[in-house]
C-alpha cells in the first residue's frame, strides 16, 4: 500500500490522520498506566473515567455531526484538532478522578466533533464512487500511526518515569496541532445552513438508517475479541504459548494496512455493502467456530488454529468496515454527511462499549456454546443487513 496517494484532498486527509494517529498511539499505550500509577486512579475509577469519556462521545456524535455540517466540516475538524491539542496538554496536570473528567469531558466533545467533521469533509470533497475506498485507505493509515506511536510509546513505558509519562502526552498534543496546521491545506468546504421549520436532527428520525446504526452496534462488537476475549482465552482455555497472543495481534494490524483498501472493493454502493456487511457476519461466525476449538486441542494444531481464526476474523472486521462506510456515505442526504456520520458511529461506539461485558461473558462464562452464540449474532445480523438497507434506500425520496 502506498502511505501518500496523489495531490488533493485524500493526501492531506492521509497526512493528518498518520500525524494524529501517532499520537493516539502514544495514548492508548500509556493512558491506563498513566492514570493508576501517575496520576494514582484505581482501577475502578480509571473504567468508570475511560466509560464517561466514551458516553460522552456516543450522546454527542449527531449534534457535532450537525455542527460541522452547519459550520463547515474543515473548519470545525482543524478548530477542534487545535483544542485537543490544548486540552491534552491540560492532562499534564490532573491529579485526581474529578480534574481528569474536567479535561477529558472536553476533549470528547472535540474529537466526536473532529470526527464528524472528517466524515463530512470525506463526503463533500471526495466524489461518491471514492468514498469507501479513501476510507478504506485512511484506516489502513490509522493502523500505521497507532503502530508507530505504540512503538514509541514502549520506550516510554520501558522508562516508567512520570517525565516519561509526560512526555509521552506532550507529543499526543503536539501531533493533535500539527493535524490541524496539516489541514489547513485542504480547500474549504461550504457550510450547510438549515433553512425552513422542518426537523434540524434528520438522521436521528430516519429509522431504517436508525436500524442499521443498531445493526452495525453489534457487528462491532467483534473487535471486544482480539482486544478481550481472545487474549484471556489463549492464556486460560488452551495450552498455546502466551507469545501466540502477540502473534494474533500482528495477523490483524498487519492485514488491516495490507488489505482494507482491497477488501473495500465493491462497497461504493449500497447493494454491494449490504452483501459486504452479510459477509461480515458470516466470516466472524466462521472466527468464533475456530476459536471454540482451541479449547479442545494441543500443540501446534492449537498454534494453527489461532492463525485460522485470526484471519477469519480480520476478514470480517475489514468486511464490516466496508459495509458500514458504504452504507453510511451511500444513505446520507447531500448537505448533512456529518450528521449521519455522527449518527452511525453512534452504533460502533456503543458495539464497542458493550463488547468487552459481552465477549467475556459468553466466551469465558459459558466456554464453547457461548461463542457459537456469539458467532450466531454476528451471522443474524448480517444476515438483516441487505433487507434493512432496501428499506432505507425506498425511503429516500421520502426523506428529501
Known amino acids: ?43 475502578p475509577q480509571t ?20 455542527l460541522a455540517d452547519n459550520l463547515g466540516p474543515r473548519g470545525v475538524s482543524i478548530g477542534c484538532l487545535l483544542a485537543l491539542g490544548v486540552t491534552e496538554l491540560a492532562m499534564l496536570t490532573v491529579h485526581s478522578l474529578p480534574t481528569f473528567l474536567l479535561v477529558a469531558a472536553p476533549m470528547a466533545v472535540f474529537d466526536a466533533a473532529q470526527r464528524s467533521a472528517r466524515g463530512a469533509i470525506i463526503g463533500s470533497a471526495v466524489p461518491p464512487d471514492r468514498r469507501v475506498h479513501t476510507r478504506a485507505y485512511l484506516r489502513a493509515v490509522t493502523n500505521v500511526g497507532i503502530t508507530v506511536g505504540a512503538g514509541a510509546a514502549g520506550i516510554g513505558l520501558a522508562i516508567g518515569t512520570r517525565e516519561a509519562f509526560l512526555a509521552m502526552i506532550v507529543g499526543d498534543a503536539v501531533s493533535f496541532m500539527l493535524a490541524g496546521l496539516a489541514l489547513t491545506r485542504l480547500t474549504p468546504v461550504a457550510p450547510v445552513r438549515h433553512t425552513g421549520s422542518g426537523p434540524r436532527l434528520t438522521a436521528l428520525r430516519d429509522r431504517p438508517f436508525l436500524v442499521l446504526t443498531v445493526l452495525d452496534g453489534l457487528l462491532a462488537i ?4 482480539l482486544e478481550v476475549a ?3 482465552w489463549v492464556a486460560d482455555r488452551t495450552d498455546a504459548p502466551h507469545w501466540m497472543i502477540a502473534v494474533v495481534v500482528v495477523v490483524n494490524t498487519v492485514s488491516v494496512v495490507l488489505l482494507q483498501v482491497r477488501m473495500s472493493r465493491g462497497a461504493d454502493g449500497i447493494p454491494g455493502a449490504a452483501r459486504a456487511s452479510r459477509r461480515a457476519g458470516f466470516a466472524l461466525l466462521a472466527a468464533c467456530l475456530i476459536f471454540s476449538t482451541t479449547a479442545h486441542s494441543s500443540g501446534r494444531l492449537t498454534m494453527a488454529l489461532l492463525v485460522l481464526a485470526a484471519v477469519a476474523h480480520v476478514i470480517g472486521e475489514l468486511w464490516y468496515s466496508a459495509g458500514g462506510w458504504g452504507l453510511s456515505f451511500g444513505l446520507a442526504p447531500e448537505g448533512a454527511h456529518g450528521q449521519y456520520q455522527g ?26 456454546p457461548g461463542w457459537l452464540l456469539l458467532g450466531a449474532l454476528f451471522a443474524c445480523a448480517g444476515t438483516l443487513v441487505p433487507p434493512v438497507a432496501r428499506w432505507a434506500q425506498s425511503s429516500r425520496p421520502a426523506l428529501t
Open 47 to 66: 473504567g468508570l473515567a475511560l466509560t464517561t469519556v466514551a458516553l460522552i462521545m456516543l450522546v454527542l456524535s449527531t449534534p457535532t455531526g450537525y
Open 343 to 368: 449518527t452511525f458511529a453512534m452504533g460502533h461506539q456503543f458495539g464497542q462499549m458493550l463488547a468487552p461485558v459481552v465477549v467475556t461473558a459468553l466466551t469465558l462464562g459459558w466456554g464453547t
Open 230 to 232: 481472545m487474549p484471556l
Open 222 to 225: 467483534n473487535f471486544g475479541l
Open 1 to 43: 500500500m502506498r502511505l501518500l496517494p496523489g495531490p488533493g484532498p485524500v493526501r492531506t486527509l492521509s497526512i493528518a490522520t498518520l500525524i494524529s494517529t501517532v499520537g493516539n498511539g502514544l495514548w492508548m499505550a500509556s493512558s491506563a498506566l498513566y492514570l493508576t500509577r501517575i496520576v494514582g486512579l484505581s482501577v
